[in-house]
Nanobody, 120 residues
Framework: QVQLVESGGGSVQPGGSLRLSCTAS????????MGWYRQSPGKERDLVAR???????NYADSVKGRFTISRDNAKSTVYLQMDNLKHEDTAVYYC??????????????WGQGTQVTVSS
C-alpha cells in the first residue's frame, strides 16, 4: 500500500508561481511512474505531467514550457513547479503513483487533492 501526501497548493495571481510537493510512503519500492493530474468543475481529471523512475517526463500541451515535474527518489517525493500560471490552470491537483506489488498486481494511488486557484 502507498500513501501520498501533498502540499503547496494555494491562491496566486496570473503570472505567479506555485510549487506542489507529494511524498510517498509505504510500499515505495514498487512505485513506477508518478505524476500530477488536475480536475476543474464539470471536467474530467486530466494529466498534467508524469515522470518515470529514470527521470523521463511528459507534459500536457497546455503546460509545456511553464510547468516542470521533478522527482527526488531518495525522499520518495515528486514536485511540480508551476510558473506563469494562468486562469485556466485553476483546478484541484492530484498526485498520482502507479505501483506494482510482488504479485505483479498494478494499483493506482491518489493523493487527497490540493486546490490551485489563479485569479486577479
Amino acid at each position: 500500500q502507498v500513501q501520498l501526501v501533498e502540499s503547496g497548493g494555494g491562491s496566486v495571481q496570473p503570472g505567479g508561481s506555485l510549487r506542489l510537493s507529494c511524498t510517498a510512503s509505504g510500499s515505495i519500492f514498487g512505485i513506477l511512474g508518478m505524476g500530477w493530474y488536475r480536475q476543474s468543475p464539470g471536467k474530467e481529471r486530466d494529466l498534467v505531467a508524469r515522470i518515470a523512475n529514470d527521470g523521463s517526463a511528459n507534459y500536457a500541451d497546455s503546460v509545456k514550457g511553464r510547468f516542470t515535474i521533478s522527482r527526488d527518489n531518495a525522499k520518495s517525493t515528486v514536485y511540480l513547479q508551476m510558473d506563469n500560471l494562468k486562469h485556466e490552470d485553476t483546478a484541484v491537483y492530484y498526485c498520482n503513483a502507479d505501483h506494482k506489488d510482488r504479485f505483479h498486481i498494478l494499483n493506482t494511488y491518489w493523493g487527497q487533492g490540493t486546490q490551485v486557484t489563479v485569479s486577479s
